[in-house]
């Protein structure tokens, strides 16, 4: 992967390469950033510029046959974690290397993608993966190793924050002292959801999301779209490339994200001594437990987003408000008035618990029927402004 086809990021891509041209690799790295902010298309070409003796900041004039193993990511010694689950394909301790092929068709065609993408081409989004004592097991084992060309093993372990205390337990010898010439790159969008042992042990480098212009360029280069077009979908995704992608083939899950939302906020509203109201939130309730965990979480992370947004409107900082909604029948004008100062901090509180108590197996259908009449008085609540 060259360096050149990953968007943005210029001072990151100037700092790794210098690092390795210095003979200044660290043993241990942390990359965090946002969804769509190029951390694991830049985990790769950095394992590339490695491993393939590469210079002058590119990938390319190094070893040839290296660089051509980095084409459909098989280099050998290039090793890769993620979070897995069982699966029609694979019935129990599932592990990585199970799935390298459903991986490689990922990093082929949605470098950027997040989780919920990776769950959705495996068909397990209705369950959640982590990176198991299973997967420590194996990556001790593929390490413990000599290198298949006698220079550098690169692992690199993406959505770091899915490993778990018994395989965090289990890696942290091998990440504080790596065998010789072994390098870790972690990935994670949320740094503060890692282990601290494991975090305490890494060089860790922040990604910025990325700047408008950079993913409007990129979409008109990679989808021949018109200017004007390309701004205002650069403009909705907030810096990140993977939505501005979705919303292209109108493929985002924002979209069903934000019928659910109106429906829900609508019903609640009205659901103050309108019985029907009530039906409406409990079947919505319904309705959306009959999805996958990952996918509940993922909505709640967009309704929190959409109040915030909401927030914002309302106090007058349009510039920071990037949310579009699609239906014709709601305006977010009309609705940020009834998000302020007296109920934010609750609403914010009560979908965070939310998602916490998912996460944690709690039954869909409770959780949420709770949060929506909870929601019913919250909106109702007058500002003290």
Not at 199 to 207: A, G, I, P, T
Not at 243 to 263: G, M, P, T, V
Request: proline fraction near 3%; hydrophobic fraction near 40%.
């Amino acid at each position: 992967m060259l360096f050149s086809e990953i968007l943005g990021q210029t001072h990151i891509k100037n700092h790794l390469t210098k690092s390795v041209d210095e003979g200044r690799v660290a043993h241990a790295q942390l990359f965090v950033g946002p969804e769509g902010s190029g951390t694991l298309p830049m985990a790769v070409a950095y394992a590339q510029y490695i491993l393939c003796h590469n210079s002058n900041g590119e990938n390319t004039g190094g070893n040839d046959s290296c660089n051509l193993k980095f084409k459909n990511f098989s280099h050998p010694d290039l090793h890769f974690a993620f979070p897995v689950t069982t699966s029609d394909k694979v019935k129990s301790k599932p592990v990585s290397n199970y799935y390298l092929e459903e991986w490689r068709q990922l990093l082929e065609q949605q470098p950027y993608g997040n989780l919920f993408d990776w769950y959705k081409l495996l068909g397990v989004d209705n369950k959640q993966g982590q990176i198991g004592v299973d997967e420590a097991t194996e990556i001790v084992k593929s390490l413990s190793l000599k290198s298949y060309e006698g220079g550098y093993k690169v692992m690199i372990i993406w959505m770091a924050e899915k490993i778990n205390t018994s395989a965090a337990n289990k890696l942290l010898k091998l990440i504080e002292e790596p065998p010789e010439k072994t390098a870790f790159i972690l990935i994670a969008e949320d740094e503060e959801q890692i282990i601290n042992t494991i975090r305490s042990r890494c060089q860790v480098l922040h990604f910025p999301p990325l700047a408008e212009d950079v993913i409007s360029s990129a979409l008109v280069e990679n989808y021949h779209i018109e200017k004007s077009v390309a701004a205002r979908l650069a403009h909705q995704a907030n810096g990140n490339y993977n939505k501005a992608c979705d919303l292209i083939y109108q493929d985002s899950e924002d979209i069903q994200f934000e019928k659910w939302f109106i429906f829900w906020v609508r019903s609640a509203f009205k659901a103050r001594g309108n019985k029907k109201a009530i039906h409406d939130l409990i079947s919505w309730s319904e309705e959306i437990a009959k999805t996958g965990r990952e996918t509940q979480k993922k909505f709640l992370a967009f309704c929190l987003n959409y109040f915030r947004q909401a927030l914002l409107h309302n106090y007058g900082a349009n510039d920071l408000v990037y949310l579009e909604p699609r239906s014709e029948n709601f305006q977010i004008e009309k609705f940020a008035p009834f998000v302020h100062d007296s109920n934010i901090m609750e609403i914010s509180e009560e979908v965070q618990d939310a998602i916490y108590h998912i996460e944690r197996n709690g039954n869909s259908k409770i959780i949420l029927t709770d949060l929506s009449i909870k929601l019913t008085r919250l909106l109702h609540k007058k500002s003290q402004a």
